[in-house]
């Protein structure tokens, strides 16, 4: 069974493995079809992603096809097509209990803290694999995982219709909380220095803001009738862009952090106070499969153009260092297996 493993810092190996086997009669034993490569991936190669433990099997964005399922898994059959929630959760702490399950004080996530989905074969607990229409394609169903994400996002502000959303950063992520956000009603203004992502952003209504030469402000007053926006989500997250993320925020708003960054950022009390303003952070999605599949199966959210290239398992290096270029343009990189 191939694998892809990080065994260090920029230390990437293609290893064959034992077969994984069903061990519990709650498994359900997987065959990989597509997996996505998320900046999280990344940040475990090239040494910057604090949460990483070496060596690892990466990958947390992941689908595929039931092959074999333990004695009690009721919901789940050889044959089904599904996406796999990558968050571990121990269903006994405080957070399980309020139902934070992605904060779970014993979270374990597949790709950083246990071996994820680039590999041929997985075994998960059935309660991680949502079932999929089959008609959905591996290029789609790979991306309900980023989607969760988005959902998440738009969840921990309450989004609603009728709310003024602005997204910092019109890459993979920043597209899903803002398609999302449009799903759920809001109006969505996004910002990026990238034309193509700004061009793809105006494609699906969303209002895009050129970071390099507009002011996000004056935009987002100007077509909000003088107000800032009730909802600013940063899906940059660096230590300037959570700043600017508290100053574009409405008063009652509402900014949601995305990030990892360890570097503190320099925000004034006064900012927050003045506005009372809600500050949270949104790690992972806490179950939010169901909604992005059932979104999808509406129609009224559009998985388009969110995958720039499409790759095989032995090209990862090759695509891991493609995103990493600035010079090549990327959006999500998947690898699809046989």
Avoid at 5 to 16: A, G, Q, S, T, Y
Avoid at 32 to 37: N, R, T
Wanted: proline share 4%; charged share 30%; with cysteine.
């Amino acid at each position: 069974m191939k694998a892809i493993r990080v065994n260090k810092v920029e230390d990437l190996e293609i290893v064959n493995l034992e077969e994984i086997k069903i061990e519990e009669e709650y498994d359900v034993k997987i065959k990989v079809k597509a997996v996505g490569i998320c900046g999280s991936d990344i940040g475990i190669y090239n040494g910057t992603n604090p949460m990483a433990e070496y060596p690892r099997i990466i990958g947390h964005e992941m689908t595929g096809v039931v092959e074999e399922v333990g004695n009690k898994v009721n919901c789940l059959k050889v044959g089904d097509h599904v996406a796999v929630d990558p968050v571990i959760n121990c269903g006994e702490c405080k957070n399980c209990k309020k139902g934070r399950v992605n904060i779970c004080e014993n979270l374990k996530v597949r790709g950083v803290h246990v071996d994820g989905g680039f590999q041929e074969k997985i075994v998960v607990k059935e309660s991680q694999a949502y079932k999929l229409d089959p008609s959905m394609p591996w290029n789609k169903s790979v991306l309900v995982e980023p989607f969760s994400i988005g959902f998440q996002a738009n969840r921990r502000a309450n989004v609603s219709e009728g709310d003024v959303v602005f997204v910092m950063g019109a890459g993979s992520i920043g597209q899903t909380v803002g398609r999302v956000a449009q799903y759920l009603g809001a109006k969505v203004f996004t910002s990026d220095m990238d034309p193509k992502k700004l061009e793809r952003a105006e494609k699906y209504g969303m209002i895009a803001i050129d970071a390099s030469k507009e002011d996000p402000a004056e935009v987002i007053r100007e077509h909000n009738d003088g107000r800032l926006a009730d909802v600013v989500v940063d899906a940059i997250c660096t230590p300037k862009t959570f700043e600017q993320a508290v100053k574009l925020a409405a008063s009652a708003g509402t900014v949601v952090n995305l990030g990892f960054s360890t570097t503190p950022s320099e925000i004034c009390s006064v900012d927050i106070t003045s506005k009372e303003l809600d500050i949270v952070g949104s790690r992972l999605s806490n179950r939010r499969f169901p909604e992005v599949i059932d979104a999808y199966n509406s129609g009224k959210l559009p998985f388009d153009d969110l995958v720039s290239h499409e790759m095989k398992l032995e090209e990862v290096e090759k695509a891991i260092k493609m995103i990493m270029d600035k010079n090549t343009y990327t959006e999500k990189v998947i690898l699809i297996l046989d």
